[in-house]
């Protein structure tokens, strides 16, 4: 371990037997079990809060979560050389979610269930807090989703050199921006403004990042880490995004897919209105925005082939994905 690591170390009552790297971190084995050192790159202003939800969660059984611990002055935050910030954590010992474990993901979709009955009216803020911990609203996000696609079918247009990936985009840059451009006209008259209303009047609360990277299956309890981004918003995000990054991963399986909302409905039903928002947000071409949105912001003189790749996939899979939403949420 580093001298910066063993500096913070020493703001901590915990003794520390072993150390390794792991997640970007330092992993730590304690006399008090797992805990992971890192750099804080969070808001100050917000930790309480989601230290708040995951105590929440922890106190009703729902999973096991990775709340911060704190030091000898009573802080989460600790202290290093150059004002750089340190927290430490508690750390799940179980495996990461397998994609390929459909197990593990209809588990997972339960535990999201859960983690949804209880995130919810946790914090009781209003005014500017409340404003803070606010997620932004889908009509905003895919209406610059829209203009940032527009913007890079123009851009590429106007380049006299181009290169295997801008050539494909250009070629379905047409087809889809108008298929983003459908979903956002949908949204406005899908009820979302009424499942967002009641997001922020009834305080839901998502996770923010519920993907595979963020939940491990131990022998006994689940756990959940990294509730960092989490916020007041529709909490069909959460799922959606879920939901999205398997359904990527298993062209779209439309059996895995109904499997997979029977296992998140049987904890929590979902209305009418949220299965057509879902509908909404998976048919809307996120990948393709994504990859448009990593051209205009990275080196256009280099461009990686994986950026191709995927977006070939992501075209070769569409008449896949139209027909899981349409069948499973239609």
């Known amino acids: 371990m580093n001298e910066k690591a063993l500096q913070i170390l020493e703001q901590?009552?915990?003794?520390?037997?072993?150390?390794?790297?792991?997640r970007g971190a330092i992993m730590l084995e304690t006399d008090e079990g797992l805990k992971i050192l890192?750099?804080?790159?969070?808001?100050?202003?917000?930790?309480?809060?989601?230290?708040?939800?995951?105590?929440?969660?922890?106190?009703?059984?729902?999973?096991?979560?990775?709340?911060?611990i704190k030091n000898l002055e009573g802080e989460w935050i600790s202290a290093g050389e150059y004002d750089t910030c340190w927290i430490v954590k508690n750390w799940p010992t179980g495996k990461e979610c397998d994609?390929?474990?459909?197990?593990?993901?209809?588990?997972?979709?339960?535990?999201?269930?859960?983690?949804?009955?209880s995130a919810r009216g946790v914090w009781n803020v209003n005014g500017e807090m409340a404003c803070r911990l606010l997620g932004?609203?889908?009509?905003?996000?895919?209406?610059?989703?829209?203009?940032?696609?527009?913007r890079v079918q123009n851009f590429i247009r106007s380049k006299r050199r181009k290169g295997s990936f801008e050539l494909l985009f250009l070629k379905y840059a047409k087809e889809i921006l108008e298929e983003g451009q459908y979903a956002q006209r949908q949204?406005?008259?899908?009820?979302?403004?009424g499942l967002l209303k009641k997001a922020r009047e009834e305080e839901h609360i998502c996770h923010g990042e519920y993907i595979h990277h963020n939940i491990f299956m131990g022998h006994k309890e689940m756990a959940v880490v990294n509730f960092g981004r989490c916020e007041m918003n529709v909490q069909v995000n959460d799922l959606c995004l879920f939901l999205r990054k398997i359904m990527e991963k298993q062209r779209?399986?439309?059996?895995?897919?109904?499997?997979?909302?029977?296992?998140?409905?049987?904890?929590?039903?979902?209305?009418?209105?949220?299965?057509?928002?879902?509908?909404?947000?998976?048919?809307?071409?996120?990948?393709?925005?994504?990859?448009?949105?990593?051209?205009?912001?990275a080196n256009k003189a280099w461009i990686p082939?994986?950026?191709?790749?995927k977006l070939e996939?992501?075209?070769?899979?569409?008449?896949?994905?139209?027909?899981?939403i349409r069948r499973v949420l239609g």
């Open 187 to 193: 949204l406005e008259s899908s009820g979302y403004e």
């Open 252 to 297: 779209w399986n439309e059996g895995l897919a109904g499997r997979m909302l029977a296992a998140y409905e049987r904890e929590k039903p979902l209305s009418k209105v949220e299965r057509g928002y879902l509908a909404n947000c998976l048919s809307y071409p996120e990948k393709v925005w994504k990859l448009a949105h990593h051209y205009m912001n």
């Open 313 to 324: 996939v992501f075209l070769e899979q569409e008449g896949e994905r139209r027909r899981m």
């Open 12 to 22: 901590y009552e915990m003794k520390l037997l072993r150390s390794f790297g792991g």
């Open 136 to 150: 932004t609203d889908r009509r905003t996000e895919l209406e610059k989703h829209n203009r940032e696609l527009k």
């Open 99 to 117: 994609t390929r474990n459909e197990e593990n993901l209809l588990k997972s979709m339960q535990v999201l269930a859960r983690i949804h009955s």
């Open 38 to 68: 890192k750099e804080f790159a969070g808001s100050k202003t917000k930790l309480p809060y989601e230290q708040q939800l995951l105590e929440r969660l922890e106190k009703e059984g729902i999973c096991q979560v990775d709340r911060a």
């Open 305 to 309: 082939e994986k950026s191709t790749e």
